[in-house]
């Protein structure tokens, strides 16, 4: 299977702490992207990084990419129990017309 | 709010039926992506349309086809419906045919097939 891998599967934190995700794939790839999904509802594009790109931020959100290792992170910081979501990292390899994603880490956020 | 719309949003049939998702992609998107969302396969990528033609396939099920119209709106056809179908079912829009775009998702179908 070339579906990525988010690892860990689930994470606990208390609000106010900094919650680390990471997603590892298996193919050469032209961009990686995150995505939040709220249970049950729809995905919501968080931030895009490209394969030539090490490391991007956007508000609260930090991805690093290492494409040495195909794997990237994605770290929150400071969370807030409205960040209680499951989080995917999606991406399409070299020449692929296809979207993959990953299992996702559903991430808790503790008032 | 995406500016994507899927109707219905729910949908419960026995199987062996047929059943007709519907998709509105964004004002001014042409690419028109459907996904399979179930607890043990996760987000699957099904197939996108772009500008009324079909772009790419992924693990789309021959009982299931899809179309893109005119008017840019997409139908996904789920056919001789099996347990197993039972899911979430998402279409994603974005402006050009590249999968690697920002899409812009629906809130989804939820089938239930029993």
């Known amino acids: 299977s070339q579906q990525g891998e988010e690892d860990p599967q689930a994470l606990s934190i208390q609000e106010g702490e900094n919650a680390t995700m990471n997603c590892s794939y298996k193919?050469?790839?032209?961009?990686l992207q995150w995505y939040r999904q709220n249970s049950g509802r729809g995905l919501v594009h968080l931030i895009l990084?490209?394969?030539?790109?090490r490391e991007k931020h956007s508000g609260r959100l930090r991805v690093t990419l290492d494409t040495s290792k195909k794997s990237s992170s994605l770290l929150i910081t400071a969370s807030r129990a409205a960040d209680t979501a499951s989080y995917f990292c999606s991406y399409s390899g070299a020449g692929s017309y296809q979207l993959t994603f990953g299992k996702g880490t559903k991430l808790s956020v503790i008032p | 709010d995406s500016g994507v719309t899927q109707t219905p949003k729910h949908l419960i049939t026995a199987t062996g039926q047929r059943v007709t998702l519907r998709c509105s992609p964004r004002?001014?998107?042409?690419?028109v992506y459907w996904y399979q969302q179930s607890l043990d396969q996760g987000l699957q990528f099904l197939i996108q349309y772009y500008n009324g033609e079909e772009r790419a396939k992924g693990n789309i099920l021959e009982r299931f086809s899809a179309q893109q119209f005119p008017d840019l709106h997409s139908e996904l056809n789920l056919s001789s419906l099996e347990l197993g179908d039972s899911a979430l079912y998402f279409c994603a829009s974005s402006a050009r045919p590249n999968p690697g775009d920002e899409q812009y998702f629906g809130p989804g179908t939820r089938l239930t097939v029993t």
């Open positions: 990084i490209r394969s030539n790109e």
């Open positions: 004002s001014g998107d042409l690419s």
């Open positions: 193919t050469s790839i032209n961009n």
